[in-house]
């Protein structure tokens, strides 16, 4: 027999670790129909019974407010798992208990796997497990997801329950509300049982219509005599309770809670002292010295990434690549008499193609690694929180900070955790800002460049353009706020967990989690744009292989768009080639350049590339190209998430319009008035 | 006495007396628990003077000071 799982949790609660420990490697990533959001699946395993294991997103209730509570919500009512598994944080019961609370209505069976026993342990309080599970009427199984306690036993509690609940043994259910809310729910259950029985469980039903859900309502389309009772009971119990209905539900649910505290948790008595984190938090969010150090942590951050380490791992991998794979690869052809344009394919489209972006990934993956640290460990959380009042000013709250940091890194995860911003203006917002923010792979070009012209002033050459990616995004964040994106700001509403050290495996299992996409970026489509680019720059119009570039499709292509950058100082058909191929991938514009200029493939510090740059570029015409590469349209993979993270083509075709054009005039006023002030 | 929350200054302690407001916002306060009856101790303003940061239900949760001032509070002691 084979069965479904679903978890479900608060976000921190410990969900990933538990799903980590559960399925091991048997897990596999795909999006939820229709949305972007990530869907985690595996198999239980040491368990001989067909288990999957489903990861629902982190949510702290089912309200309708969010795409994650909607998809959760969604699939536990229409796909029905056997069971959900509820993982609570046991350090922090009270506000985890919420959505408990909410789940149990949901007529399927729960456990709650009461999770991070050793530290609410540690902390010397203590839960009457027993108890606990009397007056939630449900099973509750203490773990530690992280040192691997109490996993056995959830899933063969869980197994046990699915098996019982498939012969028909439900477990007893609970009121949580009062008597006189509860009479009323009684009352509108026998009208609407007969016509929810499909679609939703009745009690659950009930619930949301009296709040008023808008959701439940379009779907089960009460008659209007039912609906006429549904507001009139609302109606009486408003008036009753001083209040709106939603948080009379609200508040009823936390009385509940309340009460089960109260019987089954025991705390140590505080003694008033400041915990560790509450010490750290001290000095980290201090008046004064918080955005210094936040500014710190920043700077130590980027220069270990694109400092030395990065650089390093860079050449290694890029010799390896490059010279050691290519070298042997060609000698293989040649032994094996393949065509020349064989040869060509492989070695100079997708060993070149491929190289161009492998050499940055171990680059990215550390700077995922100290995001990860970042995020496990309380702070980054906490940088929304300083950050706030500013993103404020452009319309934005302190949660869209997280994206645009990561942005620095990759704009392919960072469009994807846009997805925790509740409002849809904000979300649209934070995605075409984003990409605005310097991703690492436009750092080779400004490499380059830099180093050809700026020589003895490439690091704030180079940090220059991260600044200017951050003034435009500010500007058009107002800008955009103030014409399309007019309104309301997102609230901001959020926790702030407390100070953890990360563990060594929770930040590679949160590095990889975010990483790989960019590896896969690497395998699938630049793989294919390798290809295209190569077939581009070897064959013209006729598709006869050509002896040089300039006659190549790329080459006429190139020639044709050459006017449109001739205002911004690079009029040069190389150029445009280059920038089109930066579509694909920004890393291909150092690459293109080296084929283009004849020297075949070269990497960013290459100094016959440089010496032929600068027979063409003026260090102000370097400086604007910098510019157009830094803000214009990014590369096809960031360009996919965008239409999936938009789900619109309109917004799609809008943000990279908007990008491009932004990209033109900035760059346009870089020259031109360069030019004014006589630099040029 | 009876005040609202975004009057209140670091190191107070409160107890919730009701939530005004409505829509969304006002939704996710108290999904995250900011009901009445609720004890509130005022942790800190974030450096730039907005939004604040209390425990609440054992637990740490920012929001900001408009919002507070929708959370009518009565003083425990100061
Ligand atoms: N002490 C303790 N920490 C845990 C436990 N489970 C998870 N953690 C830690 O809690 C943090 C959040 O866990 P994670 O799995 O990322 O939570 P998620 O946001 O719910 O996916 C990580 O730093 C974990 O190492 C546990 O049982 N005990």
Same mark, same amino acid.
């Given at each position: ?118 530290a609410l342990e540690s902390r010397g309080d203590q839960i009457d497990i027993p108890r606990l599970e009397k007056q939630l009427g449900v099973p509750v199984i203490p773990t530690s997801a992280n040192k691997a306690q109490g996993t056995k036993e959830l899933i ?75 507001t009139t009971t609302r109606g009486r119990l408003e008036q009753e309770y001083d209040n709106d209905m939603e948080t009379i539900v609200a508040d009823q649910r936390y009385q509940f809670i309340s009460k089960v505290i109260s019987k089954s948790v025991k705390k ?29 942590v920043m700077y130590v951050v980027f220069t270990i990434t694109f400092g030395f380490i990065g650089t390093f791992t860079i050449d290694y991998i890029d010799h390896l690549i490059n010279v050691t794979l290519a070298d042997a690869v060609t000698t293989l052809l ?114 380059? =460049?830099? %180093?050809? @012209? +700026? !020589? ?7 940090? #220059?353009?991260?600044? /200017? ?90 020639? =044709?768009? %050459?006017? @449109? +950058? !001739? ?7 190389? #150029?445009?080639?280059? /920038? ?101 | ?78």
């Open positions: 027999m084979s069965f479904k799982f679903a978890l479900v949790g608060n976000p921190n609660c410990g969900k990933t670790t538990m799903f980590n420990e559960v399925t091991g490697s048997t897990q596999h990533v795909g999006n939820w129909p229709g949305v972007t959001v990530e869907k985690k699946e595996g198999k239980a395993r040491r368990f001989k019974e067909d288990i999957r294991v489903i990861d629902l997103p982190g949510i702290y209730s089912l309200s309708p407010y969010s795409l994650e509570e909607i998809i959760s919500r969604n699939y536990i009512l229409e796909e029905k798992p056997d069971v959900v598994i509820n993982i609570v944080d046991a350090t922090n019961i009270e506000r985890n208990l919420y959505l408990t609370t909410q789940l149990i209505e949901l007529g399927i069976p729960v456990v709650v796997a009461l999770n991070m026993m050793d063969e509690k869980s197994l046990q329950v699915a098996q019982s609940a498939a012969t028909g043994q439900l477990g007893e259910s609970i009121t949580i509300f009062d008597e006189q809310i509860k009479k009323s729910l009684d009352e509108l259950l026998s009208f609407i049982t007969p016509q929810c029985n499909q679609v939703y469980p009745p009690r659950f039903a009930t619930v949301k219509l009296l709040e008023g859900d808008e959701i439940v309502i379009a779907k089960l389309q009460p008659n209007s005599a039912f609906m006429a009772l549904i140590k008595l505080s003694v008033g002292g400041l915990t560790v984190s509450d010490k750290i938090d001290k000095i980290l969010t201090h008046r004064i010295l918080a955005i210094p150090l936040f500014l710190l040649h032994s094996a008499g393949a065509a020349e344009w064989l040869d060509s394919l492989i070695v100079g489209g997708i060993i070149a193609g491929l190289g161009s972006i492998l050499v940055f990934v171990p680059q990215i993956m550390i700077l995922f690694f100290f995001l990860a640290i970042l995020e496990d460990s309380g702070y980054m959380s906490r940088a929304a929180f300083m950050m706030d009042r500013l993103l404020r000013k452009i319309g934005l709250s302190g949660k869209s900070f997280i994206p645009m940091i990561m942005g620095i890194g990759c704009s392919v995860p960072a469009i994807m955790a846009t997805r925790t911003l509740e409002n849809e203006k904000d979300r649209r917002l934070t995605i075409i800002l984003t990409p605005f923010m310097s991703c690492g792979a436009r750092l080779p070009v400004y490499a380059l =460049f830099a %180093a050809a @012209f +700026f !020589a003895n002033a490439q690091s704030l050459v180079i940090f #220059s353009l991260y600044i /200017l990616g951050m003034v435009v995004a500010i500007l058009s964040g107002i800008l955009l706020r103030k014409t399309l994106f007019k309104g309301e700001a997102e609230a901001f509403v959020m926790e702030l967990p407390p100070y953890r050290i990360p563990t060594i495996k929770g930040l590679m299992i949160h590095m990889w989690d975010k990483g790989k996409g960019f590896i896969k970026k690497a395998g699938t489509v630049i793989f294919a744009a390798s290809v295209i680019i190569w077939f581009g720059q070897t064959f013209d119009f006729s598709l006869h292989m050509v002896e040089e570039v300039s006659d190549s499709i790329f080459g006429s292509v190139g020639a =044709f768009i %050459a006017p @449109f +950058f !001739a205002p911004l100082g690079f009029g040069d058909w190389r #150029s445009s080639v280059a /920038l089109l191929t930066g579509f694909v991938a920004k890393e291909a514009v150092v690459a293109t350049m080296g084929i283009l200029n004849n020297l075949g493939e070269v990497g960013e510090g290459s100094v016959e590339l440089m010496a032929s740059l600068q027979t063409y570029f003026t260090p102000l015409k370097a400086y604007a190209f910098m510019t157009f590469t830094l803000l214009y349209m990014p590369c096809i993979a960031a360009f996919a998430a965008i239409k999936r993270e938009m789900n619109s083509w309109k917004w799609t075709l809008f943000t990279v319009g908007y990008q491009t054009g932004t990209a033109w005039i900035v760059s346009f006023i870089v020259y031109q008035g360069g030019k004014l002030l006589g630099l040029g | 006495m009876e005040t609202t929350l975004n009057e209140c200054r670091p190191g107070d302690k409160v107890v919730i007396v009701r939530v005004s407001g409505e829509g969304p916002v006002k939704r996710r306060l108290m999904d995250m628990g900011v009901t009445r009856g609720a004890e509130i101790l005022v942790r800190k303003v974030a450096p730039m003077g907005d939004p604040i940061e209390v425990n609440i239900r054992g637990y740490e949760l920012t929001f900001r000071k408009a919002d507070a001032g929708n959370i009518i509070i009565q003083k425990l002691e100061s």
